[in-house]
């Protein structure tokens, strides 16, 4: 069974401009759910999907968006970048919610100059 | 006050040793995972418990739900061992998200 697939890996993006990163699922995973880690917040959650609904967000500007597809695979977008929003994110693959076991993509490692 | 803490937040052993990280938490979940971050950035879920205990290999998980503590214990450690570990939970009221403990750097030298 493949893993979580995330890409890029690693994106370098200037001050004002907008990115998207991309997110698979397991196969057969209808959630998922996008985090931040930086070095001074830790991991925070952004938000998730479940059958291509937003069920939860969290408290992050509204320049960070997403959405899911129909074969469950999910796009962040982040607009207007600031130097701030350089981090990893990561998103996490579940069957149904993170109540049950979730399964970590490797990352995308996002750098604003 | 963070809702899930961890300690220790460094840890360094000696290949062989055994080692305790622990979890606390302080709000209702329905279940708690134990993940590993290796340098790289990639992380890897390694438990998700709701009760009792759980083990795979050299690593063994426990929690207890009425005292909301949670330890990963690693018996005869490794250097392959180093990495983060990290606590997370998910909400007894909202199963949507995980909250995150602020992790434990391990080094395991031989």
């Known amino acids: 069974k493949a893993g979580v697939t995330q890409t890029p890996r690693y994106l370098i993006k200037t001050r004002g401009q907008q990115v998207t990163l991309s997110c698979s699922p397991i196969?057969?995973?209808?959630?998922v759910s996008w985090y931040q880690q930086t070095p001074g917040q830790g991991l925070q959650f952004l938000f998730e999907?479940?059958?291509?609904?937003?069920?939860n967000k969290g408290n992050f500007p509204g320049r960070f968006s997403g959405r899911q597809f129909s074969n469950s695979r999910s796009e962040m977008n982040v607009s207007t970048l600031e130097l701030g929003d350089s981090a990893l994110y990561l998103c996490?693959?579940?069957?149904?919610?993170?109540?049950?076991?979730?399964?970590f993509g490797q990352g995308t490692r996002l750098t604003v100059v | 006050k963070n809702e899930v803490e961890q300690s220790p937040q460094n840890l360094t052993a000696q290949e062989g040793e055994f080692i305790t990280i622990n979890c606390s938490y302080s709000?209702?979940?329905?279940?708690l995972h134990w993940l590993q971050q290796h340098p790289g950035g990639g992380i890897v879920s390694l438990f998700m418990?709701?009760?009792g205990k759980k083990k795979h290999g050299r690593l063994i998980a426990t929690i207890n739900i009425q005292e909301k503590h949670s330890s990963l214990h690693i018996t005869a450690s490794h250097p392959r061992d180093s990495a983060v570990y990290i606590c997370?939970?998910?909400?007894?009221?909202?199963?949507?998200?995980?909250?995150f403990g602020t992790g434990t750097r391990l080094q395991v030298f031989p």
């Open positions: 709000v209702g979940i329905s279940a």
């Open positions: 997370a939970v998910a909400l007894s009221y909202n199963t949507d998200k995980l909250i």
């Open positions: 418990l709701s009760s």
């Open positions: 996490a693959s579940s069957q149904d919610s993170v109540n049950t076991e979730a399964f």
């Open positions: 196969s057969g995973h209808r959630s």
């Open positions: 999907y479940f059958s291509e609904t937003q069920r």
